[in-house]
């Protein structure tokens, strides 16, 4: 685990090319962590309910990476975790008569529980099949809800449990708990990538049946990212939920989250750490000039990013990331890993003989498929 | 007797369903891609359909089917030609889902944008309330002529694929996009004619069925969703299997409402997960 951190905070710090010294790497995390802490008292009650939304906006979409990206599964129905994740966490806070952030873990829990049991018989769809079929499966738990008068049906429910947490931290801890879920579900999957199911996970996106003979679970890997991700929104969508302290399943259940998730991922670059950072930026900086600077609709703000999803699937499939990457000094969170030097070879040569993976994810390596 | 009148109901119902369908099941079965913006190109045709009533308000609605078509036909040609085959040769199976999600995106808020939100309809007159009667069963005159225009439509369809030059061509693209250029035909031109075509069944469906339900710029998603599990239940290998999920879904849809009033969709949803469930196997022979 030290290992695992260690090789994260070297790749924030050290900016991949450069290698510099211990205090300078540790000063770096030292300063961005002080940054975050007294933020709620430097920037106002706006600019820090807009970092929230944006910080878990890229929580969830790193988790539709994660699976679009590198698992090979097209979630269409991730919007299903969001709301869920939402439930549990109201339901949670308001039956055991506690502050939601007590309650928070229960939320990814009970996602991860329902998508452990859904991928059993998701999974046996592929690719388009199971883009819709996650999305068939939203709408049906979307519509039990709608329909369960004890879950606040159609009317949805609010939070009064947020009264018992000081007004005046309500905003600050917020900002500071959605801060930690953007930072781990970036760190986080950076970690599983790096490790065994990680390597396994991008053997199959490049080539399933290399990765089959040698024996890579295909199964086994997609059902670790698929959960995991879920989990992923939940906490997300609860922490989202808590910040407006009402819930219902037209708001929970949008697919406008899964299209939000879609366009971040496919701007920024599928299949890169990065690309889901840089889309997000892309993603809430174009709203703000169009919604703000330009006073257009919010549906004329979907229309245009729409227009560049479409222009960025066509033109630039790997996403804006690949371009700007050159300028920054190289990936700042490679998961690519070099050759192994002669005498690790012996140790390591069934893990080597799969894990040449590209970076990209769509149109990935050339001729295989 | 009620139960009776709701199964031939759904039946009837389901046909229109099936319609929905099997542009969708064309469009995969030809060029692999699951066209996402179907349910969109569903719900334009609709207010399209709006737009010329109000045009021509002395004509029936049912006469403005084949204009509408042709639109469809043209826009769907457009769509293939113009985006949709960029991506179609990647070898990455998902460019295609994500395009046309992205014009599926566009696509809805433009039409909030232009139509606004609120729930439209189309009217279709006297023929809407006129019902017939069988030895005490009373059954709309319209889902009739809807479930006879769709049989006609899956006919003319199967004939034209099994029967036609056209055809001919169509399957052989389906099996072997590559084998079929050195026949001379070009892969391309044929998806954007199958692409105009499963866009035109769509916008028939999509003014059926505006007719029997209002609509919004947002029930795309539903009609996408019901198409394209009309597909998956259907995918025996003919288009007769697309009218019979139709037909499945009609009838789970309407005994659902009928047991539970304001269900909505969502018998007709977890009839569908079922048989995910239990029919994996029959699910991926959806070609032409």
Same mark, same amino acid.
Request: hydrophobic share 55%; glycine share 12%.
């Given at each position: 685990?030290?290992?695992?951190?260690?090789?994260?905070?070297?790749?924030?710090?050290?900016?991949?090319?450069?290698?510099?010294?211990?205090?300078?790497?540790?000063?770096?995390?030292?300063?961005?962590?002080?940054?975050?802490?007294?933020?709620?008292?430097?920037?106002?009650?706006?600019?820090?309910?807009?970092?929230?939304?944006?910080?878990?906006?890229?929580?969830?979409?790193?988790?539709?990476?994660?699976?679009?990206?590198?698992?090979?599964?097209?979630?269409?129905?991730?919007?299903?975790?969001?709301?869920?994740?939402?439930?549990?966490?109201?339901?949670?806070?308001?039956?055991?008569?506690?502050?939601?952030?007590?309650?928070?873990?229960?939320?990814?829990?009970?996602?991860?529980?329902?998508?452990?049991?859904?991928?059993?018989?998701?999974?046996?769809?592929?690719?388009?099949?199971?883009?819709?079929?996650?999305?068939?499966?939203?709408?049906?738990?979307?519509?039990?809800?709608?329909?369960?008068?004890?879950?606040?049906?159609?009317?949805?429910?609010?939070?009064?449990?947020?009264?018992?947490?000081?007004?005046?931290?309500?905003?600050?801890?917020?900002?500071?708990?959605?801060?930690?879920?953007?930072?781990?579900?970036?760190?986080?999957?950076?970690?599983?990538?790096?490790?065994?199911?990680?390597?396994?996970?991008?053997?199959?996106?490049?080539?399933?049946?290399?990765?089959?003979?040698?024996?890579?679970?295909?199964?086994?890997?997609?059902?670790?990212?698929?959960?995991?991700?879920?989990?992923?929104?939940?906490?997300?969508?609860?922490?989202?939920?808590?910040?407006?302290?009402?819930?219902?399943?037209?708001?929970?259940?949008?697919?406008?989250?899964?299209?939000?998730?879609?366009?971040?991922?496919?701007?920024?670059?599928?299949?890169?750490?990065?690309?889901?950072?840089?889309?997000?930026?892309?993603?809430?900086?174009?709203?703000?000039?169009?919604?703000?600077?330009?006073?257009?609709?919010?549906?004329?703000?979907?229309?245009?990013?729409?227009?560049?999803?479409?222009?960025?699937?066509?033109?630039?499939?790997?996403?804006?990331?690949?371009?700007?990457?050159?300028?920054?000094?190289?990936?700042?969170?490679?998961?690519?890993?070099?050759?192994?030097?002669?005498?690790?070879?012996?140790?390591?040569?069934?893990?080597?003989?799969?894990?040449?993976?590209?970076?990209?994810?769509?149109?990935?390596?050339?001729?295989?498929? | 007797?009620?139960?009776?009148?709701?199964?031939?109901?759904?039946?009837?119902?389901?046909?229109?369903?099936?319609?929905?369908?099997?542009?969708?099941?064309?469009?995969?079965?030809?060029?692999?891609?699951?066209? $996402?913006?179907? %349910?969109?190109?569903?719900?334009? +045709? !609709?207010?399209? =359909?709006?737009?010329? *009533?109000? /045009?021509? &308000?002395? @004509?029936?609605?049912?006469?403005?089917?084949?204009?509408?078509?042709?639109?469809?036909?043209?826009?769907?040609?457009?769509?293939?030609?113009?985006?949709?085959?960029?991506?179609?040769?990647?070898?990455?199976?998902?460019?295609?889902?994500?395009?046309?999600?992205?014009?599926?995106?566009?696509?809805?808020?433009?039409?909030?944008?232009?139509?606004?939100?609120?729930?439209?309809? $189309?009217?279709? %007159?006297?023929?809407?309330?006129? +019902? !017939?009667?069988? =030895?005490?069963?009373? *059954?709309? /005159?319209? &889902?009739? @002529?809807?479930?006879?225009?769709?049989?006609?439509?899956?006919?003319?369809?199967?004939?034209?694929?099994?029967?036609?030059?056209?055809?001919?061509?169509?399957?052989?693209?389906?099996?072997?996009?590559?084998?079929?250029?050195?026949?001379?035909?070009?892969?391309?031109?044929?998806?954007?004619?199958?692409?105009?075509?499963?866009?035109?069944?769509?916008?028939?469906?999509?003014? $059926?069925?505006?007719?029997?339900?209002?609509?919004?710029?947002?029930?795309?998603?539903?009609?996408?969703?019901?198409?394209?599990?009309?597909?998956?239940?259907?995918?025996?290998?003919?288009?007769?299997?697309?009218?019979?999920?139709?037909?499945?879904?009609?009838?789970?849809?309407?005994?659902?409402?009928?047991?539970?009033?304001?269900?909505?969709?969502?018998?007709?949803?977890?009839?569908?997960?079922?048989?995910?469930?239990?029919?994996?196997?029959?699910?991926?022979?959806?070609?032409?």
């Amino acid at each position: 685990m030290t290992q695992i951190r260690w090789r994260a905070l070297q790749a924030v710090a050290g900016l991949g090319t450069r290698r510099p010294g211990r205090v300078y790497r540790w000063s770096i995390v030292a300063v961005c962590v002080l940054a975050v802490i007294v933020a709620p008292w430097v920037i106002g009650e706006g600019a820090q309910r807009f970092l929230s939304e944006a910080m878990l906006m890229l929580a969830m979409a790193q988790m539709w990476n994660l699976l679009a990206g590198y698992a090979g599964l097209v979630s269409m129905g991730q919007q299903v975790f969001v709301g869920l994740g939402a439930y549990g966490l109201f339901f949670a806070s308001i039956s055991l008569k506690v502050a939601p952030f007590w309650v928070l873990p229960l939320a990814p829990l009970l996602c991860a529980a329902v998508a452990a049991i859904v991928a059993l018989f998701m999974f046996r769809l592929r690719e388009a099949y199971f883009a819709i079929g996650t999305w068939v499966f939203s709408e049906v738990v979307s519509l039990l809800i709608s329909k369960t008068e004890r879950l606040g049906g159609e009317r949805g429910v609010g939070l009064p449990t947020a009264r018992l947490v000081d007004p005046r931290w309500l905003e600050p801890l917020t900002f500071w708990i959605s801060a930690a879920i953007a930072v781990a579900s970036v760190f986080g999957t950076y970690a599983l990538l790096r490790s065994r199911v990680g390597l396994g996970l991008m053997t199959v996106r490049d080539n399933d049946v290399a990765a089959a003979s040698i024996g890579v679970d295909v199964w086994r890997n997609r059902f670790i990212a698929f959960v995991i991700a879920a989990a992923g929104c939940g906490l997300a969508g609860a922490v989202s939920f808590t910040a407006t302290l009402y819930v219902a399943p037209g708001f929970a259940f949008d697919p406008n989250w899964v299209v939000a998730m879609m366009i971040i991922v496919i701007i920024g670059g599928i299949g890169t750490l990065e690309g889901p950072i840089l889309g997000v930026i892309i993603y809430f900086a174009l709203r703000e000039t169009l919604t703000v600077v330009f006073g257009l609709s919010a549906g004329w703000y979907l229309i245009g990013l729409g227009m560049v999803a479409i222009a960025a699937i066509l033109f630039e499939p790997d996403g804006l990331w690949p371009l700007v990457r050159g300028r920054l000094g190289g990936d700042w969170l490679s998961v690519r890993r070099e050759p192994p030097t002669p005498p690790r070879i012996a140790a390591a040569t069934a893990a080597a003989a799969g894990v040449r993976s590209s970076p990209h994810g769509l149109g990935a390596t050339p001729g295989d498929r | 007797m009620i139960w009776v009148e709701t199964i031939i109901n759904g039946v009837l119902y389901g046909g229109l369903y099936g319609l929905l369908g099997v542009g969708l099941a064309l469009a995969v079965g030809v060029m692999r891609v699951v066209n $996402l913006s179907h %349910g969109e190109f569903i719900v334009l +045709s !609709a207010f399209l =359909g709006v737009s010329l *009533v109000r /045009v021509v &308000p002395w @004509l029936h609605p049912l006469a403005l089917l084949l204009p509408v078509a042709v639109i469809a036909f043209c826009l769907g040609f457009g769509l293939q030609a113009v985006l949709i085959n960029r991506v179609v040769t990647r070898p990455d199976p998902f460019a295609g889902i994500l395009l046309t999600f992205g014009v599926a995106v566009v696509m809805r808020n433009l039409m909030v944008e232009i139509y606004g939100a609120d729930p439209r309809h $189309l009217q279709a %007159g006297h023929l809407a309330q006129a +019902s !017939a009667g069988f =030895g005490g069963l009373h *059954v709309g /005159v319209l &889902p009739l @002529l809807i479930l006879a225009l769709s049989v006609a439509l899956f006919t003319a369809l199967q004939l034209v694929l099994t029967r036609t030059r056209f055809g001919r061509i169509v399957r052989a693209t389906a099996d072997h996009r590559d084998v079929v250029r050195l026949m001379g035909v070009n892969p391309g031109r044929v998806y954007n004619l199958v692409m105009g075509l499963s866009l035109a069944l769509a916008s028939v469906a999509g003014m $059926l069925l505006a007719i029997r339900a209002s609509f919004t710029p947002y029930s795309g998603v539903e009609r996408l969703l019901v198409a394209f599990e009309v597909v998956v239940l259907g995918g025996l290998g003919t288009f007769w299997g697309a009218m019979l999920g139709g037909i499945t879904l009609g009838v789970a849809e309407l005994v659902g409402l009928r047991l539970d009033p304001n269900a909505g969709p969502l018998y007709a949803h977890l009839l569908f997960l079922v048989g995910v469930l239990l029919r994996p196997n029959g699910l991926f022979r959806a070609r032409t």
